[in-house]
């Protein structure tokens, strides 16, 4: 029997996940933070006009190995993801208010993330300018209360479960005066204004098990089974649309090894405008993430349940035996 073993993924907004490093307290100039493998993050400022402005952040000796996200998002605490991201999720390379930081990314990544600059013995680092406002209009508010917001890096999608690389420097913002004294002159008439706050929640993914047992096969054949469901849930009212993708491991075993790339799958997915993802075919398959599902802006609110049918080739040279693998769900 061979077992394939399903592990959640952190959740990433804004492309980001968080073991917090030492951290700097706000200053006007030239904060530092130090991560957990010896990494530091440098920002030029940390007290910001919440209108937005750009702040130089450099970084070193960070594993040269490892991509990361760099962007200002909502702290949750130590261990815990800092999201929501101001300014949300790019993929383009075009915003400057969230980088896409690797020396080897996968093949849909060139030209979108940027290169470290090599520092040797495997070790990188970056200087970009980070363009940093208080809120967006998709749900991120740093000026609300108990809220704080950091300039954050984190192992990227590649690397979901990686907290060696999160390090935060807090973030405060600018106040100016306040508003004059609106009078007390009476009046015939009166008005009240009636507010109400509506908050968003989060963007999370949660499986039903943690694992499958396909079925037995031959050598040459193909082991079938059906991967445990995936229930994404959108509760930020940002309609900024989702992507849930997926990796595989090699499946291994004291027989020895069944390369990843021989899993195949076919994705199913329900929910508001969520589309699933193409078909692999075994012998072609996860060499590199593969989509499960996904919902494009203005879709996928709420709660939408994706799927897929597993099919594992197993090559002619396999050795009998049980084998096993991890698959990681990656939601950004």
């Known amino acids: 029997m061979r077992t394939l073993k399903l592990r959640r993924a952190a959740v990433v907004v804004a492309g980001m996940a968080v073991a917090l490093g030492s951290l700097a307290g706000p200053a006007l100039a030239d904060v530092s933070a130090t991560g957990p493998q010896g990494q530091t993050l440098t920002a030029a400022k940390a007290e910001i006009d919440p209108a937005g402005e750009s702040v130089r952040v450099t970084g070193t000796g960070y594993d040269i190995g490892k991509g990361i996200y760099l962007a200002l998002c909502v702290s949750n605490g130590a261990g815990q993801v800092a999201t929501p991201c101001v300014g949300g999720i790019d993929m383009t ?48 508010d740093c000026t609300a209360a108990g809220v704080q917001c950091v300039i954050y890096t984190r192992a990227d999608h590649t690397r979901g479960g990686d907290r060696t690389q999160d390090v935060q420097i807090p973030v405060t913002w600018k106040t100016g005066g306040g508003d004059p004294d609106p009078g007390t002159d009476p009046v ?85 405008g969520v589309t699933a993802g193409g078909t692999v075919q075994p012998g072609t398959g996860f060499g590199t993430a593969a989509a499960l599902c996904s919902a494009p802006t203005g879709k996928g609110a709420g709660a939408s349940d994706c799927g897929a049918a597993l099919n594992l080739g197993i090559p002619g040279g396999a050795k009998p035996g049980g084998y096993s693998a991890t698959l990681t769900l990656t939601l950004s």
């Open 188 to 272: 015939a008439s009166a008005d009240q204004t009636l507010s109400v706050d509506v908050t968003g929640g989060a963007l999370s993914l949660s499986v039903a098990g943690d694992g499958v047992a396909l079925s037995a096969a031959t050598v040459g054949g193909t082991a079938t089974g059906q991967m445990n469901a995936a229930k994404v849930t959108d509760q930020r009212g940002s309609s900024a649309g989702w992507s849930l993708v997926g990796q595989v491991s090699d499946f291994t075993g004291d027989a020895g090894t069944i390369p990843a790339a021989q899993l195949g799958w076919a994705p199913t997915a329900t929910g508001d």
């Open 93 to 140: 390379g075009q915003s400057h208010s969230m980088f896409w930081i690797s020396s080897n990314p996968p093949p849909y990544g060139v030209g979108i993330a940027k290169p470290y600059t090599d520092e040797g013995n495997g070790k990188g680092g970056f200087d970009l300018t980070l363009d940093v406002k208080a809120s967006d209009d998709q749900g991120a």
